[in-house]
């Protein structure tokens, strides 16, 4: 099981264990009464009800992973849970070094490399959403856009944008020109 799918299962355990104590409490407060009289005997036990109509099986939850944290839904509902600071790094361990390996063989020459740049489309109104459209501009002038709904689980696509007029799709209805 990854480190997700354990986090994901422990929200959805942390949120269920919610719902039960809240169900929990409601039902004692409502059971206990105030009185100054004794208690009377307690009555013979009645015959057992029929069997209720079966629940609905539930909505699961998901967790999506985001720049600087992560985004729990369980239904409508969504939460961003902010990743935590980095822990302070440990001592150095102090072991007996191995021995050298053998060298590998040389591999075949690459192909240059080819720069990739981030661009923000109208970064003046950037700072005021959360996670602002960004487009990623190739070293032979490319653009690209990645694109998901809000729901994250079934719309996602990339796209290559080409010499036209856009808006984004942030949150700020940010309007720019793709050379």
């Known amino acids: ?13 942390l949120l269920v264990a919610a719902a039960v104590g809240t169900l929990l409490t409601l039902v004692i407060t409502a059971c206990a009464g105030e009185s100054d009289e004794p208690q009377g005997e307690t009555g013979e036990r009645g015959e057992p009800g029929t069997p209720g109509e079966a629940g609905d099986s539930g909505e699961g939850c998901t967790v999506e992973r985001v720049e600087l944290g992560a985004v729990v839904t369980c239904g409508n509902a969504s939460v961003f849970v902010r990743d935590g600071d980095t822990g302070a790094k440990g001592d150095t361990g102090v072991g007996v070094a191995g021995e050298a390996g053998v060298p590998g063989r040389d591999g075949v020459d690459g192909a240059a490399a080819t720069g990739v740049t ?10 005021s959403v959360l996670y602002p459209e960004r487009l990623l501009r190739f070293a032979d002038g490319a ?5 998901s709904s809000p729901d994250w689980m079934y719309n996602r696509l990339v796209t290559l944008i080409v010499g036209a ?3 984004t799709t942030d949150g700020r209805a940010c309007q720019f020109v793709a050379e």
Do not use: G, N, S
């Open 143 to 147: 653009v690209v856009a990645f694109y």
């Open 165 to 167: 007029t856009y808006v």
């Open 118 to 127: 981030l661009v923000t489309p109208c970064p003046d109104t950037a700072a």
């Open 1 to 13: 099981m990854t480190k997700m799918e354990k986090l994901e299962r422990f929200l959805h355990l």
